[in-house]
């Protein structure tokens, strides 16, 4: 699976995968291409062909690369600028980038070094192109092995690696060529070369590059006899350990160390006694043999707790007497003394299925096998800090499935001893169903200093070197031991990967540059890119609305910087849009600057749907807008001062991170329900019901989104109250037309539920939400909702009516009606209240008729509680806890106007009573059929707790 389905429809993807449907896999890189189509650091040239190795020279700042000189027809070393020309000009528009001439290269029939000849009788590794006598057609055996082990001898590939000498102010470069004569005597013979350029003070960089010193040649050269399996450096003292094979095919193979100009070598048959003692019984022979050990690349490393210095090297180890190999590691002193006294031994690690921890995933060849790592062997070696790391390849035809394999990286420790093991393995996405990352032929790290010692980003080059047309960059974080998906520090794991039309020779990273430099690896041309590290795994929030004037929106990643830019506030700025042939799809009104906060942390404001080109959801069409990012800046309150702004629009270098940012409907909020079930929109001003218990508000409406965190991400649905900030609440997603929110924050210290102080023992009853004005009860509550955390959408005319605690009475009279009295006077100052159905200050008109016992019977009278505001309530909680209030009913005598108004009363019977659920009914005599008149009855509502009480003129009768 590359995504996790929620509930709204979206994805949360998985580790290094995105897209509106997690069906784009996270680049980690990319190259820098303007509005034209034209990229800022691409250039393909035909005088350097297929490039073996590329390495970045830290003094100098330039990058050196082992290619074939087309010109010359031979191996050779050449020195590349990859930070000039910094800019250049097409379409009359300035950017940043090489533009069509490329890096800075010099001019490779005057300026760089001569390139290396093989000797009389023998041909180099250059194929197809090679212009000493008889090699027009030759290729040395070992070339064959990307593809064919027989041909090859179980290599795969012929070793044209490069070292430095960094022991000086002017680096040494070490480059090496195999040389293959079947006609002679000594089959084979390698040579080991020595460059040296010149300080360029007062000299331009075409006159100091390598080999300057010695008239373009080699300033020191070693010959030997045999094949050069692998060599690096000891970049401290620049001397080289080098391990060969015999030219009889015969002999064990050696390692040998030269000193710094080449000379005084020093050689012993390497010596692996741990490989003797664990196959010894099986295989006596296989320590000793000629193809024991099959080292394909070696790098130099230094341990951190002694300082000492190592070349360690790595391939593939015979451990059974057919000639079935593992993947091995052998390190060896690279500080002169310890190498003599060593001869030959040094650290050994081979993953032969021994135990566990020695064993290879399956994955990483694609099957499961008994005799697990036989079909691959390690042929790429990086290191950072601590640890060391080390790609594998295999080959289709090693097995039936192996074209299934996939590349892996193994970690391991720098100051490993003979006994350990890998500390930890990750597999990529390889052949069965995944992305043909597989075989890993170059690495380049780039260090993070805020990730800490080990941290940082390695860049590998993989993919099948018999697929002319492919290659891939996986980009992997270290930093740690932790492989899980979600780590987010002390990592190891797989992040990115970009696809190209060509496999690669050389990768190397150029801080200067934000960026790598990859060379393609082609027998007829050489590419070299430039790509940007900066690289963006989430936005937060990742969908916005629709019809938004602009959301700011967070955008981490790694590799950010802020450059200084002309005519710009913004050193960076984003653009919203959609990818197009013509680029038409990304408008200048989703153009905007970006607020730089780290190397791992932007801001950018997102636009509406419309500008950015994208279709809403109501029309069925892209939900969705793609993000650009440019370190070119954004100009001074949208205009340039040099200008208008279609030029400054039109330079701007882009970079494509296949990371998108979701568009919404905005939702409406239909109806509430406060928990009646009728959908009702009444509750306590204190945030509960009239039981008082805590209120969740149900809202009813959609389309909402699902982004209450309980599927694991972060928690972006909320409430807010009356506009108020403060009162923001996490929300609950119940379905796509259904949100529930509580109104308050419960508590529980008084034993029962309450909203927030209301819980505390001995808190007086009735405590307002603390947002409320004044602490009075508002009928026209707004509720809003946010569904990404930073856009909130109003309620509008649905709105909440929050009522206070009781504070007079409400009567309604049977006369009363919805259109008001018939034959009845109304108040002309107080008018009908509540619709008609409330008679307060009502006059009612009733005929003087006596019952039996001579009194005068009323109608039925229902007495309720009302808030401040004169809201019917059914809350008769009093202050001190006791639910009930007793309503008293009387004549008022005041009031009143008739002739019998002061000795008139209400009948004994029934004129009190105590209210349930805040409500209660009378039914009233008068004491005796007064005469004609206006009389006033009065109802008095008393809390049963303390005793206040109200005294309420409730109804005036004609009689």
């Known amino acids: 699976m590359i995504n996790i389905p929620q509930e709204d429809g979206t994805c949360a993807c998985k580790d290094g995968w995105t897209g509106e449907g997690c069906e784009r896999a996270t680049p980690g890189i990319s190259k820098e291409r303007r509005r034209d189509g034209t990229y800022g650091y ?11 190795a590329a390495i970045f020279d830290p003094q100098k700042k330039v990058l050196y690369v082992s290619v074939y000189d087309a010109a010359a027809g031979a191996d050779a070393v050449f020195e590349v600028d990859p930070l000039n020309p910094a800019t250049f000009t097409a379409s009359s528009l300035t950017s940043r980038g090489w533009g069509v001439a490329g890096p800075h290269r010099a001019d490779g029939a005057t300026k760089q070094p001569v390139a ?3 000797d009389a009788g023998y041909c180099g590794t250059a194929t197809g192109i090679q212009t000493a006598a008889g090699c027009s057609d030759g290729t040395h055996p070992r070339a064959h092995g990307h593809y064919n082990a027989t041909l090859s001898g179980g290599w795969y590939s012929v070793f044209r690696g490069l070292a430095l000498d960094l022991s000086g102010p002017l680096t040494g470069v070490f480059g090496s060529l195999n040389m293959h004569g079947a006609a002679q005597p000594t089959p084979y013979k390698f040579k080991i070369v020595k460059y040296v350029g010149k300080d360029c003070t007062g000299s331009s960089w075409d006159d100091c590059v390598i080999g300057s010193a010695s008239s373009r040649n080699p300033s020191y050269v070693y010959g030997g006899n045999g094949t050069l399996d692998a060599m690096a450096s000891n970049e401290v003292t620049g001397q080289v350990v080098y391990k060969f094979s015999p030219h009889d095919g015969v002999s064990p193979g050696k390692v040998g160390m030269l000193a710094a100009d080449l000379s005084t070598s020093t050689e012993f048959h390497i010596d692996p006694t741990l490989m003797d003692t664990r196959v010894s019984g099986t295989c006596p022979a296989c320590a000793t043999h000629h193809e024991a050990l099959r080292f394909e690349t070696a790098m130099y490393a230094q341990t951190a707790l002694d300082g000492k210095n190592w070349v360690i090297f790595a391939g593939a180890a015979r451990m059974e007497s057919d000639g079935t190999s593992y993947p091995a590691l052998f390190k060896i002193s690279a500080d002169s003394s310890a190498f003599t006294t060593g001869q030959g031994t040094g650290q050994e690690m081979y993953l032969d299925g021994s135990s566990e921890a020695l064993k290879l995933p399956s994955a990483c060849e694609g099957v499961t096998d008994a005799k697990q790592g036989r079909h691959t062997s390690f042929t790429s070696l990086t290191k950072h800090g601590s640890y060391g790391y080390a790609g594998t390849s295999g080959r289709d035809a090693n097995c039936d499935g192996c074209e299934h394999r996939s590349a892996c990286v193994v970690m391991f420790s720098l100051d490993y001893n003979s006994l350990d093991s890998p500390t930890k393995v990750i597999v990529f996405e390889g052949g069965d169903g995944g992305l043909d990352e597989k075989d890993v032929w170059a690495a380049a790290v780039e260090p993070i200093t805020e990730m800490g010692a080990d941290g940082g980003f390695i860049y590998f080059a993989v993919g099948d070197r018999s697929n002319s047309g492919f290659g891939r960059i996986v980009k992997v974080m270290i930093g740690g031991t932790d492989t899980a998906s979600t780590c987010t520090s002390g990592c190891f794991k797989r ?11 050389g990768i190397v990273h150029v801080a200067d540059l934000n960026g790598i430099v990859s060379l393609s690896r082609s027998f007829t041309n050489t590419t070299y890119t430039k790509f940007s590290t900066a690289s963006v795994t989430s936005i937060s929030p990742q969908f916005v609305s629709s019809t938004t004037s602009g959301t700011i929106v967070t955008i981490r990643g790694t590799g950010f910087y802020s450059p200084w830019n002309d005519e710009s506030t913004y050193n960076v700025s984003c653009r919203f849009g959609h990818t197009s042939t013509l680029d038409s799809d990304f408008q200048e009104e989703a153009w905007s600057g970006a607020i730089y906060v780290s190397s791992t942390e932007i801001r950018c404001t997102v636009p509406s749907a419309l500008d ?12 969705y807008t793609e993000l650009e990012v440019s370190f070119d800046g954004f100009p001074v309150d949208g205009v340039p001062t040099s200008g208008s702004l279609n030029p400054y629009w039109g330079k701007s270098m882009w970079t494509r991170h296949n990371a998108v940012v979701f568009y919404y409907d905005e939702p409406i909020i239909a109806s509430f329900d406060v928990g009646h079930g009728d959908y009702g929109n009444k509750v306590l001003f204190t945030g509960e019901n009239e039981t008082n218990a805590p209120v969740t508000l149900r809202l009813f409406g959609g389309p909402f989104i699902d982004s209450d965190g309980s599927d694991g991400g972060p928690a972006r649905l909320k409430c807010r109250y009356n506009g108020d900030a403060t009162t923001d609440v996490a929300a609950t997603f119940v379905a796509v037309n259904q949100l529930h929110c509580p109104l308050c924050e419960v508590s529980n210290a008084s034993g029962v539920d309450r909203c927030g102080a209301h819980g505390t023992s001995g808190a007086a009853q009735y405590i307002p939400l603390p947002w409320l004005a004044g602490g009075q009860p508002k009928s026209d509550v707004d509720v809003s909702i946010t569904m990404n955390g930073v856009e909130y959408h109003s309620s509008g005319s649905t709105v909440l009516h929050l009522y206070g605690s009781p504070h007079g ?10 259109d008001g009295f018939s034959g009845v006077v109304t108040d002309s100052t107080l008018g009908v209240l509540n619709g008609g159905r409330d008679c307060r200050h009502n006059l009612l008109s009733y005929p003087g008729n006596a019952e039996a016992d001579g009194t005068m019977k009323l109608d039925p009278v229902e007495v309720s509680l009302a808030d401040i505001n ?22 008022n005598a005041t009031g009143s106007e008739g002739s019998s108004r002061n000795i008139l009363t209400l009948a004994p019977g029934g004129v009190e009573r105590t209210t349930v659920n805040g ?31 109200w005294l309420e003129p409730m109804l005036m009768m004609l009689i």
């Open 116 to 118: 290396l000849a093989p």
């Open 870 to 891: 004169g809201t019917v309530i059914k809350n008769d909680m009093g202050v001190g806890g006791i639910r009930g209030f007793k309503i008293t009913a009387a004549v």
């Open 42 to 52: 691409s250039f393909t040239t035909e005088a350097e062909r297929g490039v073996g």
């Open 495 to 505: 992040v990115g990967t970009f696809e190209e039309s060509a496999p690669f020779g």
């Open 919 to 949: 409500t209660t009914t009378f039914e009233l005599s008068l004491s005796f059929v007064p005469i004609q008149g206006v009389y006033e009855i009065f109802f008095t509502g008393e809390d049963c707790t303390d005793g206040s009480t």
């Open 809 to 818: 009475l409400s009567v309604i009279h049977p006369k009363c009606t919805m």
């Open 612 to 623: 950015s080109m994208t279709s809403t959801k109501t029309n069925n069409r892209q939900t």
